[in-house]
């Protein structure tokens, strides 16, 4: 069957409408069903979803909106219109209106899957620099010096790499 | 590049011999990924789209040297082998008809593809036959933490792997079940099934991707979130949700044949007649029998019909595959009758 309102694809929709006791039938293509507002709960796409989202009105919507990333010239209510970023520091940059658009979406909003290699060093280092930190303290306050000044060379070391 | 080999060989995903492979088509990871150095697509230019593609291309050609992987250079190839592309799976529709500096490295298996300059500068998406959601996490993973060592992703501490768009971020990654569910369909039980995974947060679309609608009762289930968890913990819920969905659905097959048996049967075999003697038959037709079809090879109806003949048609009898097996273009009339034509000589 063609779709009678474009007369070009296949009908895939059939609609049955009652009007004051009136039966009347349409049969549609996807196309001219979505155009017509007809609910198709297979189809629905991520960004219409987002679209939704965004909708919510917010406190303080007209300053978010106006935001400006200065490394990619996006503002937010470009990405709200589009629903993508334009760069990675778009997640900086928009963060207050990001934030709870992850929650809605994810539920959460900390990553905590797969970790670059190279990320994953960097952190481990961090976390090591301030362990040594606290650790200094403690062993100065002993009188340890032969420790601190290991400590104190491991501690450079990591700050010029993390530097780099 | 040889186009022959396309239609020489089947990918992996379609040789229907994956376990649970009665219901579960395939199984398929992707990864979403962006360069640290390098703005979105959303705003790059022309030029800047070029130089991503070069520099990605020249790291995918190191960190995949053997010739069992190839690059394809999608921006000047014909629609038609574009087309093709996307019909195998190997490509998204977005990545086929879109327009700029953009490609995609396939292995010779297709077990693996991935994509650059589609949405994200890189999806790396790994496919298999049947349900194997590990094989192919570690398929995907692998490659990924090959491509790592090579390039710097755009990474985040509090957010994980950046993206384009919000709904990919943190780990980037989708995996998507292909589902065969023809007796939830016939017994009109899909809108429970339906329900049930858009309240445990999953996305259902049909056979080709987002926003195409459900064809030949073939579903895509899919997870919605990608951050908070981690790809363990997004596997390991696939691995509870599934298999309710295939109890489900064999709990269906099994009382439609104990309560209609005739009628299932006649389904079955009204569906082989048509598509072993047709004249002519759209692409439509062919896939709502070629569900039929394969209800029957499962339900032990017919026999003498392997799976991977099956799941081979509803590829091979797509617009791009009958044209390239042609050697020529072909008007939706003309495709029709080879269709027909093709169908009759592959069917046993």
Redesign the interface.
């Known amino acids: 069957m063609i779709c009678g309102k474009c007369s070009k694809n ?1 009908a ?1 929709v059939h609609v049955t409408e009652v009007v004051n006791g009136t039966k009347k039938e349409a049969h549609l293509c ?1 196309e001219c069903a979505r155009s017509a507002g007809i609910g ?4 629905f ?3 219409d ?2 679209g939704n989202l965004m909708e919510v009105p917010k406190a303080g919507k007209g300053e978010t909106g106006s935001l400006r990333c200065p ?4 503002t937010y209510s470009e990405f709200k219109a ?7 520091n778009d ?2 940059v928009f963060k207050a209106g ?1 934030l709870p ?2 929650e809605k ?15 994953e060093s960097v ?1 481990r280092k961090e976390s090591e620099l301030v362990r040594l930190k606290r650790e200094l303290e403690t062993v100065v306050k002993s009188e340890n010096f032969e420790k601190a000044a290991q400590i104190r060379d491991r501690i450079k070391t990591l700050e010029t790499e993390l530097s780099e | 590049m040889k186009w022959d080999d396309f239609l020489q060989r089947s990918g992996e995903w379609l040789k229907g011999n994956g376990p649970d492979g009665d219901v579960v088509v395939s199984t398929r990871v992707r990864l979403a990924r ?1 360069l ?1 150095r390098f ?2 697509l ?2 790059a230019n022309p030029e800047t789209r070029s130089q991503i593609e070069q520099y990605v291309r020249g790291r995918l050609q190191e960190a995949f040297p053997t010739r069992d992987f190839q690059y394809l250079s999608l921006m000047r190839m014909p629609m038609i082998d574009r087309q093709l592309l996307f019909e195998r799976h190997l490509v998204s529709r977005e990545h086929a008809v879109g327009e700029g500096e953009r490609g995609v490295a396939i292995n010779s298996d297709e077990t693996l593809s991935i994509m650059v300059n589609e ?1 994200d500068h890189l999806r790396l998406q790994a496919m298999r036959s049947g349900l194997q959601l590990d094989l192919t996490w570690e398929g995907v ?1 692998q490659a ?2 090959e491509l ?2 090579r390039l ?16 990919n ?3 980037g ?1 989708r995996v998507s079940v292909m589902l065969h569910l023809p007796a939830a369909v016939i017994s009109k039980q899909m809108d429970k099934v ?1 329900q049930t995974l858009a309240r445990l ?1 999953y ?4 056979l080709n991707g ?5 064809v030949g009762d073939l579903f895509q289930i899919s997870n ?8 363990q ?1 997004i596997l390991s819920e696939m691995r509870k949700v599934v298999p309710e969905v295939l109890k489900f659905e064999r709990s269906w097959r099994h009382k439609l044949l104990h309560d209609e048996p005739r009628k299932v049967e006649d389904k079955v075999w009204r569906a082989y007649g048509i598509l072993k003697h047709a004249r002519t038959i759209s692409s ?1 037709e062919t896939i709502e029998l070629l569900s039929a079809l394969r209800l029957g090879v499962h339900l032990g109806l017919l026999s003498h019909v392997p799976m991977a003949a099956v799941n081979e048609l509803f590829v091979f009898t797509q617009p791009s595959h009958l044209q390239k097996i042609e050697g020529k273009a072909l008007d939706p009339e003309q495709r029709d009758v080879v269709r027909a034509e093709f169908i009759r000589k592959r069917l046993p």
């Not at chain 2, 987002?210 to 459900?214: A, D, H, I, M, V």
């Open positions: 296949q895939t996807e198709m709960k297979f189809t796409s991520i960004s979803i987002l490394e990619c010239g996006i589009k629903t993508r970023l334009g760069c990675a997640y900086e990001l658009l992850l979406v994810h539920q959460s909003t900390q990553h905590v899957g797969k970790t670059p290699r190279t990320v952190v | 962006n640290s703005p979105f959303t705003v949405e993973d990924d933490t790592e060592k710097s992703y755009a990474f985040h501490p509090r957010f994980g792997y950046l993206t384009a768009c919000p709904t971020v943190g780990t990654m339906l947060n996305t259902v679309r049909g987002e926003g195409t609608s459900p919605q979130a990608t951050l908070g968890k981690s790809e913990d439509e």
